[in-house]
């Protein structure tokens, strides 16, 4: 091959490996201008071969750099470009939870959620870590980054003034994730983060949802869901389900005064839906806690009695031997029957009496955890006053609110004008 021919080649190299970088890449631009601008004739007579060597690394170099920058996907820039598929996503609320908790819960509608690597695997009470290095994805003919919150610190984004008292800092919530949201309106998925308040206990720190939109300057705080500044509920997000066009999230409170620390009595969820273009609008909280079962409770018992002796009755502690919580509203049942079975009365349900009782309102939604306990009072008096009906060797019996497990509880040698008062929180059967 003469010295004009290896010329020719290794510049026909160099401008086809140049046509294979991608179009934005400068190297590419440069290389294909100095190629084409390179004309023989102009070489000094003598000098061919010495253009040979810097040729040759200036194609390495362009190799390098497509490596760099086009990765396994390299596009030619004279043939037909298809743009790379993006999953798509699914559409989903207002603050301010309240404390009513109406029936049953709805379930949500299914839909495809992103998570966001950065959040999905932190540990319990950990912060969350960089998320994967993987560059954003663009729908096709848009420039805005559908993956945008990939590499985010959640800890370090403009969080809600104030969340935390006492100058506590913001962390990422225990390992809930964080998914993501496409919502009519935004060119981007909205980024639904879980977050608290690190401290020594999170007893009175909320834990909400903060929602962040994809701004070319960073993330924009929208809204922050299931929270509201001096709220004595303490609310605390446990879980988030992405439905179409709506979140669902499981949220417990405390029920201030009445619950231990150790106990968040308020358990609810509530949905959470995308008004277009503008935020999310809460629904109303729907009770999580179901009613307490026969089998799931223990039911112990101890004798009242005055000491005139006047006044006697029975103090029912309930206890809950499941795993899960469950709640115990209003009366036991509370009956007498004859010696063989027959029912002679039920107990009044009265607010309070002698032995126990409501201080004051209605009767209280108990919510029994595995530490937490029930108590109700039945009482009646050893003598008639005034109108009172009186039952001779009367049996009492009583089933716990909601359930058919009757326990009897012996025979009485008199009971007139019985009682029943509505559980209440403890083991004294005052409230």
Known sequence: ???DELDAAIREELRLQARRAPA????????LHATEALRLEDLPPQGLRAWVLPILAAAAVLLVALGLTAGSQLLRSDGPRTPPAVGSTSAPVSPTPTTSAPSSPAPPTAATVHPSPSASSAPAGAHSSAAASSPATSRPGSSVPQDWYLGLDA????????LCPDKLT???????????ISVPGEPAPLW?????????TDASHPAPVEVFRYRPTGPELVQTLAYQPGDQHSITVTAIDVGSGSVTLAEHGYNAPRDALCCRSLRFTQTFSWQSGAHFVAGPQLDAVPP???DQLTVTSTPLDSESGDARGLLLRYTNNGEQPCALTGYPGAAIVDATGQPLADAARTAAGFFGGLA????????LFSSVTGSAVIEWTAAQYGDSPCYTDATLLSTPPGTTATTSYGAQSQVCGPQVHPVVYGDTGKQ
């Open 360 to 367: 004051s309102g209605e009767a209280p939604r108990v919510v």
């Open 155 to 162: 800890d370090a984004l403009p969080h809600t003034p104030g």
């Open 24 to 31: 934005a890449a400068p190297v590419r631009t440069r290389v």
């Open 170 to 180: 913001v962390g990422h919530v225990r390992g809930m994730g964080a998914p993501t």
């Open 192 to 200: 639904l983060v879980p977050v608290t308040c690190l401290g020594p």
């Open 1 to 3: 091959m003469t010295p």
């Open 292 to 294: 307490c079962i026969g």
